[in-house]
């Protein structure tokens, strides 16, 4: 070989060899730094005047020049969230003495934890394993256990907080609640009535009386001298004790309302039912007198008295903080959590829920709902459209109620009164599927004073899409799914019917029908001109992957259909080819995803223990999760407008939070320092962070208040 | 060289580099195996009471700790029956998840995660998957499936091949350095040296030196290869005054070998001006003594026909027969003399050879008869051609032959026979063949026989001059044929004349013999 041909050869080889070990090199600095985790140190916290960027300085692990940020609004209070401590189960009660929090569960008996040191508790031990036990009391150094169908079990309390099992008391029905006074033990027993025990030896407890009230006994309070007793569901017995063995009905506080829980603080009495709390006063314990009434809630399930303040579980997902002395309108705190009972102390709260374990909270930090807005409805909230400004909400108690969103205050008209599962609007015309009650359709073209213009109670669908003005597909669930000809309102003609699908949803794209189905995934229909549906393709994830989603949503948009695919999150499917649709990309996404909205390249989806996700689209095959905003009881509403998302939260209503906000500029020092500038949002409120980079993802809680 | 060097350190470099890359595949591949297995067995043993009980939400509680396990995917876990129970799916990289479900659970492997009581592996190009059976009491209750990606496997295989590749760059460079750095003190004297015995080969200038620049081993063959070249120099010179010397013995000899070559050459000038005047001379004598001659036969055959006397007629027989004998000897020389001076050429023509040795013997048996001798003659039936060749040279040969055989035979019998030896498409080798019963010869007179007039001791039998055989011999030259002569005193001689000629074709009686 010639001289120049060798050196060209070597100068080849060279590059090559310069080439490959650039290439290796970067394999092995991407592995290495892989290796090191995501890691963010907590910034320190920024106070800025609303409409003015936030610049922060980011330290952490493991940034590169891909490394997202986003803003969202902290709904949850997750700053004030200080520990938690993992406990398995659902917890009904909770009672505080000393030290000591002694927790009921649903099946897993009582747990006595030390909060000695707040921020760490620890378990002590547990009693009663694999018992309900519904209610706690305590009198003196005992402690009396409501356990539901194995009665009522008597605990002594040691000086170390430890118990010592006692006795145990049978009721032949269900005992939810118990109060002691005088030697006597009162049991509130479901069905079976007010029970009356003599406990003055405890372990041969004996039954004195039974007061039947022809509906169930749910609970039992004493103040004065005088017993309380939850009576069904909309009625609250007052009894007087000058006769311990035999109770004296004395007065009857009757409620519209379901009346869900009711606590004694201080002689005043707090009465939690479905749509708000009510305080009477006890000033006459035989007469109470009604002080003031709350009605701004979603469902108030139940209520618990702290050291100064009235907790209230919000439809089991918030909290609401009512303060005993200026009885001032009710905070409403969410924690990530469904608030099941709260333990008070003077700097901090234990909040314990469903199977997320006891939540330690720093009273200073909470800060109230953080949404823009909510939006109270009476019954469930299920679905909703906006157009223009005005909302319609779908909900299970008034059918449709209209809301003004410009308006002030949480005025609202109703539509309708039936059962509303589902709306469809196309063009000037709103669908509304009441489930077996039938559609019912409106003229909205006059803002605000919508006109149901027809009603077919003969078609009944869980969901609805309407094509043009000509057809409406209803999807029926078990009954598949229907194509129906509206070109005369008055007389809707079923032109096709796929009867052995098990739809769930059901969307329109152009002459394309989208369908959810339970079994088979995504099913892809052609609307011919001769009004039949004809079958193109499906799509299902392989298994086992499809052993646990359900095609609940479906959202096509540009070639793509955005399925929420229950608790496998959210797929993206290529449907160019509708004979043979194709998954780019599944992103899993915690609870159950119920809806999924996509605009501007972001895909939406409430889940419904996950909260709202944010999906960056813009790379279908290789979507990334921009935000997650925790929230719960999401149903299916969703609807982004402008920079403001709004869902539908079932009997909380629907619940409005501002849009994440990405970076403005995100500038790449090093590894370990990012330098961001945050826009300002246009709500006030505790924002929060979440860095992204290409694998992973860190929340960082309360970094931001724009006041 | 370098090159030579280079290239071996770095295929040296590359194989070593290749064993350790598949040592790696091997050994991280089986670390990772046991780690996933050990993770299998944690999450198998944790799960077993949930799965027994029908706990699946605490077997997704149990799986969600995976997510520490940045290479771990998805994660199912399996009742008995092979009816999934609870799932775990990590965020990122869906495509992967999809395709490596896909891969794994197609309906070959179902036992795998139903009734398979060992633990079962598949892998692919970028995942590896594991089966793991979790047991309870002895009984299997159900099966683990863990999909774990490859990402650990290639970091640590584009760390190695990192490692390489940097080592081939290093020994390249360092190679290049050091190469470059070595060059003036190793490769640049070599190269000098190699140049200059390019130089010294060319110009064969043995004088020149190399320049000795240390006193390494390279100065040492540069003191070599100088003292090599110092005992050429002085063999050259050795070489070049015995030229000189052996140049001037050659020029002496050349000289004095010019001077008798010239001598020679004149002599042979005046010896061929002497023969060629001869030869003219003859030449010119015997011609102009034919043509008297001829007239006195013809007068004496004339004067024969007159009435003479018997005694008149006696003396003018044996004038008549001296006359013809001297114009045959005459005649003789005349041939002689035209072919020694190249006037003598062959005239072919076509005629049949055996009629010519018949002819011939017809024409001498009278002489044979006369001395009573039998005169036989053997034509073997191969040599009957008719062939192209000078018919009176042969006819000349064969009356000289057969001539002297009569002469010297005194009883007794001579054969003259004809062979053909040989024979192609075109010519023939005949051999002709005159063997007599005569007084034979010695070994002397047999050397000489073919001279010009050399005459065996016995002259008082010969009447010729000595030119017969001579002519003799001089024809079968002309005819590029050979003469034999045998013979044994008091037995016979045998001539025997060997000669090619060019066949015509086969006597017209002959043709229908065969």
């Given at each position: 070989m010639k001289r120049p041909l060798l050196a060209i050869a070597a100068l080849l080889f060279f590059a090559g060899g310069i080439l490959a070990l650039f290439w290796f090199g970067r394999s092995f600095i991407s592995y290495i730094s892989s290796t090191n985790g995501f890691s963010l140190e907590r910034p320190e916290f920024q106070s800025v005047p609303l409409g003015t960027p936030a610049v922060i300085d980011l330290h952490g692990n493991g940034f590169s020049r891909e490394t997202s940020v986003s803003l969202f609004v902290d709904v949850n209070n997750s700053e004030a969230i200080v520990g938690s401590y993992p406990l398995e189960g659902t917890y009904n009660e909770s009672l505080l003495s000393g030290h000591f929090i002694y927790l009921a569960s649903d099946e897993g008996g009582l747990q006595v934890l030390d909060i000695a040191e707040p921020q760490q508790p620890q378990l002590l031990k547990r009693y009663l394993a694999g018992r309900t036990i519904i209610d706690i009391h305590r009198n003196g150094n005992y402690l009396y256990l409501s356990c539901g169908s194995l009665g009522v079990s008597i605990m002594r309390v040691l000086p170390d907080g430890l118990l010592d099992h006692i006795a145990d008391i049978s009721t032949d029905s269900l005992a939810k609640s118990c109060q002691f006074l005088g030697g006597f033990l009162y049991v509130a027993a479901g069905s079976g009535g007010l029970l009356v025990y003599d406990v003055h030896q405890l372990e041969q407890a004996k039954l004195v009386q039974i007061i039947k009230l022809g509906s169930a006994v749910s609970k039992v309070s004493l103040a004065g001298g005088f017993l309380y007793v939850t009576a069904g569901r909309k009625q609250i017995n007052i009894y007087q004790l000058d006769r311990p063995q035999t109770p004296r009905l004395i007065e009857s506080l009757k409620f519209v309302e379901n009346l869900y829980d009711s606590v004694i603080q201080q002689q005043r009495l707090y009465v939690a039912t479905e749509g708000g709390v009510s305080l009477y006063g006890l000033t006459d314990p035989a007469h109470p007198e009604l002080l003031r009434r709350w009605a701004d809630f979603g469902s108030a399930n139940k209520i618990f008295a702290g050291l100064e303040n009235i907790y209230v579980s919000d439809n089991f997902s918030g909290l609401r903080i009512i303060n005993s002395e200026n009885e001032s309108s009710p905070g409403y705190f969410n924690l990530t959590i469904n608030p099941r009972t709260v333990v008070e102390i003077p700097d901090y709260l234990f909040v314990a829920g469903s199977n997320r374990g006891l939540l330690i909270v720093d009273r200073k930090l909470l800060l109230m709902r953080q949404a823009v807005k909510t939006i109270q409805t009476q019954g469930s909230a299920r679905d909703l459209f906006i157009k223009n400004n005005w909302m319609y909400v779908a909900n299970s108690r008034d059918g449709v109620s209209l809301h003004?969103?410009?308006?002030?205050?949480?005025s609202f008209t109703t539509l309708s009164t039936q059962w509303g599962a589902s709306l469809a609007a196309y063009n000037d015309l709103l669908f509304v599927a009441q489930a077996k009650e039938g559609i019912k359709v409106f003229d909205i073209s006059t803002l605000g004073q919508p006109e149901v213009i027809a009603i077919w109670p003969n078609l009944q669908a869980m969901s609805l899409a309407a094509a043009a003005d000509e057809y409406l597909l209803l999807s029926k669930g078990i009954h598949g799914v229907e194509l129906v000809d509206i070109s005369d309102l008055h007389h809707p003609v079923v032109r096709d019917v796929l009867s052995d699908i098990h739809a769930l949803d059901v969307a329109l794209d152009g002459h394309f029908v989208y369908i959810a189905s339970k079994n088979e995934g995504l099913m892809i229909y052609e609307l011919e001109k001769n009004a039949k549906l004809n079958c193109l393709g499906h799509l299902q994830t392989p298994f086992p992957m499809n052993q646990f989603d359900i095609a609940l949503s479906v959202y096509p948009q540009g070639g793509m259909v955005y399925v929420a695919n229950g608790r496998s999150g959210m797929l993206i499917v290529d449907v160019t080819n509708p004979a043979e649709p194709t998954i780019l990309s599944s992103i899993p996404i915690s609870g159950i995803c119920k809806e999924v909205r996509v605009v501007d390249d972001k895909a939406y989806i409430t889940s419904h223990h996950g909260g709202i996700t944010v999906v960056d689209v813009k790379d279908p095959e290789n979507p990334t999760v921009l935000s997650i905003i925790p929230m719960s009881a999401m149903s299916k509403g969703l609807q982004v407008v402008g920079d403001l998302i709004y869902v539908a939260q079932r009997k909380m209503g629907v619940t409005v939070v501002p849009v994440p906000i990405a970076a403005e500029t995100t500038k790449f020092i090093s590894e370990k320092h990012l330098q961001v500038t945050l826009p300002s949002p246009h709500f006030p409120g505790r924002y929060s962070l979440q860095v992204n980079n290409k694998r992973e993802s860190v929340v960082v809680d309360g970094v931001v208040d724009y006041q | 060289m370098m090159l030579v060097i280079m290239f071996s350190s770095v295929v040296l470099l590359f194989i070593i580099g290749s064993i350790v890359l598949v040592a790696e595949i091997y050994l991280i591949r089986a670390a990772q195996t046991q780690e996933l297995r050990l993770l299998a067995n944690t999450l198998s043993a944790n799960s077993q009471q949930p799965l027994v009980l029908g706990q699946y939400s605490k077997i997704e509680s149990l799986l969600a700790s995976l997510l520490q396990q940045k290479n771990i995917h998805a994660a199912y876990v399996f009742d008995k029956k092979g009816v999934p129970v609870a799932e775990y799916l990590k965020q990122q990289d869906s495509q992967f998840v999809l395709q490596s479900l896909q891969n794994d659970f197609r309906e070959k492997h179902?036992?795998?995660?139903?009734?398979?009581t060992t633990e079962r592996q598949l892998s692919s190009k970028n995942h590896f998957s594991l089966f793991s059976p979790i047991h309870y009491e002895g009984k299997q209750i159900g099966t683990l499936y863990l999909l774990s990606d490859l990402t650990r496997l290639y970091g640590h295989l584009s760390g190695v091949a990192f490692a390489i590749t940097l080592a081939f760059l290093l020994l390249i460079s360092l190679s290049w350095l050091l190469a470059g750095r070595l060059q003036k003190p190793i490769s640049i004297p070599l190269q000098q040296l190699a140049s200059l015995m390019e130089n010294i080969s060319q110009a064969k200038d043995y004088s020149i030196r190399a320049e000795k620049v240390g006193h390494d081993e390279i100065g040492t063959l540069v003191d070599g290869f100088n003292r090599m070249l110092g005992q050429i120099e002085l063999h050259q010179v050795y070489l070049a005054e015995h030229q000189i010397y052996l140049e001037r013995i050659v020029s002496d000899r050349t000289a004095e070998l010019r001077t008798a070559v010239t001598g020679l050459e004149l002599a042979s000038q005046q010896a061929d001006a002497a023969n060629e005047a001869k030869s003219h001379f003859l030449s010119r004598m015997t011609h102009e003594l034919r043509t008297p001659l001829i007239g006195v036969l013809g007068m004496n055959e004339l004067l024969q026909r007159t009435s003479l006397s018997e005694q008149q007629q006696e003396l003018v027989e044996t004038v008549q027969k001296s006359g013809e004998q001297l114009l045959h000897l005459i005649s003789d020389v005349l041939d002689f003399s035209r072919i020694e001076a190249g006037k003598l050429s062959l005239e072919l023509t076509e005629f049949e050879l055996p009629q010519l040795l018949e002819d011939v013997v017809e024409l001498l048996s009278p002489q044979a008869d006369e001395k009573n001798l039998s005169l036989r003659v053997k034509i073997a039936s191969n040599s009957c051609w008719k062939v192209r060749a000078d018919e009176i040279r042969l006819r000349q040969i064969l009356m000289n032959l057969i001539g002297n055989a009569i002469k010297f035979t005194s009883n007794g019998s001579i054969t003259v026979s004809l062979n053909c030896s040989q024979s192609s498409d075109n010519s023939g080798t005949f051999v002709l063949a005159v063997a007599d019963t005569g007084r034979g010869m010695m070994a002397e007179d047999m050397r000489q026989i073919f001279d010009v007039f050399y005459q065996t001791g016995s002259s008082g039998e010969s009447s010729g001059a000595g030119l017969g055989l001579a002519i003799v011999k001089q024809l079968v030259d002309l005819m590029n044929g050979r003469i034999d002569l045998t013979s044994t005193p008091g037995q016979g001689s045998k001539f025997q004349v060997t000669v090619e000629l060019i066949l015509v074709e086969k006597p017209l009686h002959l043709q229908e013999i065969n």
């Amino acid at each position: 070989m010639k001289r120049p041909l060798l050196a060209i050869a070597a100068l080849l080889f060279f590059a090559g060899g310069i080439l490959a070990l650039f290439w290796f090199g970067r394999s092995f600095i991407s592995y290495i730094s892989s290796t090191n985790g995501f890691s963010l140190e907590r910034p320190e916290f920024q106070s800025v005047p609303l409409g003015t960027p936030a610049v922060i300085d980011l330290h952490g692990n493991g940034f590169s020049r891909e490394t997202s940020v986003s803003l969202f609004v902290d709904v949850n209070n997750s700053e004030a969230i200080v520990g938690s401590y993992p406990l398995e189960g659902t917890y009904n009660e909770s009672l505080l003495s000393g030290h000591f929090i002694y927790l009921a569960s649903d099946e897993g008996g009582l747990q006595v934890l030390d909060i000695a040191e707040p921020q760490q508790p620890q378990l002590l031990k547990r009693y009663l394993a694999g018992r309900t036990i519904i209610d706690i009391h305590r009198n003196g150094n005992y402690l009396y256990l409501s356990c539901g169908s194995l009665g009522v079990s008597i605990m002594r309390v040691l000086p170390d907080g430890l118990l010592d099992h006692i006795a145990d008391i049978s009721t032949d029905s269900l005992a939810k609640s118990c109060q002691f006074l005088g030697g006597f033990l009162y049991v509130a027993a479901g069905s079976g009535g007010l029970l009356v025990y003599d406990v003055h030896q405890l372990e041969q407890a004996k039954l004195v009386q039974i007061i039947k009230l022809g509906s169930a006994v749910s609970k039992v309070s004493l103040a004065g001298g005088f017993l309380y007793v939850t009576a069904g569901r909309k009625q609250i017995n007052i009894y007087q004790l000058d006769r311990p063995q035999t109770p004296r009905l004395i007065e009857s506080l009757k409620f519209v309302e379901n009346l869900y829980d009711s606590v004694i603080q201080q002689q005043r009495l707090y009465v939690a039912t479905e749509g708000g709390v009510s305080l009477y006063g006890l000033t006459d314990p035989a007469h109470p007198e009604l002080l003031r009434r709350w009605a701004d809630f979603g469902s108030a399930n139940k209520i618990f008295a702290g050291l100064e303040n009235i907790y209230v579980s919000d439809n089991f997902s918030g909290l609401r903080i009512i303060n005993s002395e200026n009885e001032s309108s009710p905070g409403y705190f969410n924690l990530t959590i469904n608030p099941r009972t709260v333990v008070e102390i003077p700097d901090y709260l234990f909040v314990a829920g469903s199977n997320r374990g006891l939540l330690i909270v720093d009273r200073k930090l909470l800060l109230m709902r953080q949404a823009v807005k909510t939006i109270q409805t009476q019954g469930s909230a299920r679905d909703l459209f906006i157009k223009n400004n005005w909302m319609y909400v779908a909900n299970s108690r008034d059918g449709v109620s209209l809301h003004d969103l410009d308006a002030e205050g949480a005025s609202f008209t109703t539509l309708s009164t039936q059962w509303g599962a589902s709306l469809a609007a196309y063009n000037d015309l709103l669908f509304v599927a009441q489930a077996k009650e039938g559609i019912k359709v409106f003229d909205i073209s006059t803002l605000g004073q919508p006109e149901v213009i027809a009603i077919w109670p003969n078609l009944q669908a869980m969901s609805l899409a309407a094509a043009a003005d000509e057809y409406l597909l209803l999807s029926k669930g078990i009954h598949g799914v229907e194509l129906v000809d509206i070109s005369d309102l008055h007389h809707p003609v079923v032109r096709d019917v796929l009867s052995d699908i098990h739809a769930l949803d059901v969307a329109l794209d152009g002459h394309f029908v989208y369908i959810a189905s339970k079994n088979e995934g995504l099913m892809i229909y052609e609307l011919e001109k001769n009004a039949k549906l004809n079958c193109l393709g499906h799509l299902q994830t392989p298994f086992p992957m499809n052993q646990f989603d359900i095609a609940l949503s479906v959202y096509p948009q540009g070639g793509m259909v955005y399925v929420a695919n229950g608790r496998s999150g959210m797929l993206i499917v290529d449907v160019t080819n509708p004979a043979e649709p194709t998954i780019l990309s599944s992103i899993p996404i915690s609870g159950i995803c119920k809806e999924v909205r996509v605009v501007d390249d972001k895909a939406y989806i409430t889940s419904h223990h996950g909260g709202i996700t944010v999906v960056d689209v813009k790379d279908p095959e290789n979507p990334t999760v921009l935000s997650i905003i925790p929230m719960s009881a999401m149903s299916k509403g969703l609807q982004v407008v402008g920079d403001l998302i709004y869902v539908a939260q079932r009997k909380m209503g629907v619940t409005v939070v501002p849009v994440p906000i990405a970076a403005e500029t995100t500038k790449f020092i090093s590894e370990k320092h990012l330098q961001v500038t945050l826009p300002s949002p246009h709500f006030p409120g505790r924002y929060s962070l979440q860095v992204n980079n290409k694998r992973e993802s860190v929340v960082v809680d309360g970094v931001v208040d724009y006041q | 060289m370098m090159l030579v060097i280079m290239f071996s350190s770095v295929v040296l470099l590359f194989i070593i580099g290749s064993i350790v890359l598949v040592a790696e595949i091997y050994l991280i591949r089986a670390a990772q195996t046991q780690e996933l297995r050990l993770l299998a067995n944690t999450l198998s043993a944790n799960s077993q009471q949930p799965l027994v009980l029908g706990q699946y939400s605490k077997i997704e509680s149990l799986l969600a700790s995976l997510l520490q396990q940045k290479n771990i995917h998805a994660a199912y876990v399996f009742d008995k029956k092979g009816v999934p129970v609870a799932e775990y799916l990590k965020q990122q990289d869906s495509q992967f998840v999809l395709q490596s479900l896909q891969n794994d659970f197609r309906e070959k492997h179902k036992t795998f995660w139903s009734t398979s009581t060992t633990e079962r592996q598949l892998s692919s190009k970028n995942h590896f998957s594991l089966f793991s059976p979790i047991h309870y009491e002895g009984k299997q209750i159900g099966t683990l499936y863990l999909l774990s990606d490859l990402t650990r496997l290639y970091g640590h295989l584009s760390g190695v091949a990192f490692a390489i590749t940097l080592a081939f760059l290093l020994l390249i460079s360092l190679s290049w350095l050091l190469a470059g750095r070595l060059q003036k003190p190793i490769s640049i004297p070599l190269q000098q040296l190699a140049s200059l015995m390019e130089n010294i080969s060319q110009a064969k200038d043995y004088s020149i030196r190399a320049e000795k620049v240390g006193h390494d081993e390279i100065g040492t063959l540069v003191d070599g290869f100088n003292r090599m070249l110092g005992q050429i120099e002085l063999h050259q010179v050795y070489l070049a005054e015995h030229q000189i010397y052996l140049e001037r013995i050659v020029s002496d000899r050349t000289a004095e070998l010019r001077t008798a070559v010239t001598g020679l050459e004149l002599a042979s000038q005046q010896a061929d001006a002497a023969n060629e005047a001869k030869s003219h001379f003859l030449s010119r004598m015997t011609h102009e003594l034919r043509t008297p001659l001829i007239g006195v036969l013809g007068m004496n055959e004339l004067l024969q026909r007159t009435s003479l006397s018997e005694q008149q007629q006696e003396l003018v027989e044996t004038v008549q027969k001296s006359g013809e004998q001297l114009l045959h000897l005459i005649s003789d020389v005349l041939d002689f003399s035209r072919i020694e001076a190249g006037k003598l050429s062959l005239e072919l023509t076509e005629f049949e050879l055996p009629q010519l040795l018949e002819d011939v013997v017809e024409l001498l048996s009278p002489q044979a008869d006369e001395k009573n001798l039998s005169l036989r003659v053997k034509i073997a039936s191969n040599s009957c051609w008719k062939v192209r060749a000078d018919e009176i040279r042969l006819r000349q040969i064969l009356m000289n032959l057969i001539g002297n055989a009569i002469k010297f035979t005194s009883n007794g019998s001579i054969t003259v026979s004809l062979n053909c030896s040989q024979s192609s498409d075109n010519s023939g080798t005949f051999v002709l063949a005159v063997a007599d019963t005569g007084r034979g010869m010695m070994a002397e007179d047999m050397r000489q026989i073919f001279d010009v007039f050399y005459q065996t001791g016995s002259s008082g039998e010969s009447s010729g001059a000595g030119l017969g055989l001579a002519i003799v011999k001089q024809l079968v030259d002309l005819m590029n044929g050979r003469i034999d002569l045998t013979s044994t005193p008091g037995q016979g001689s045998k001539f025997q004349v060997t000669v090619e000629l060019i066949l015509v074709e086969k006597p017209l009686h002959l043709q229908e013999i065969n």
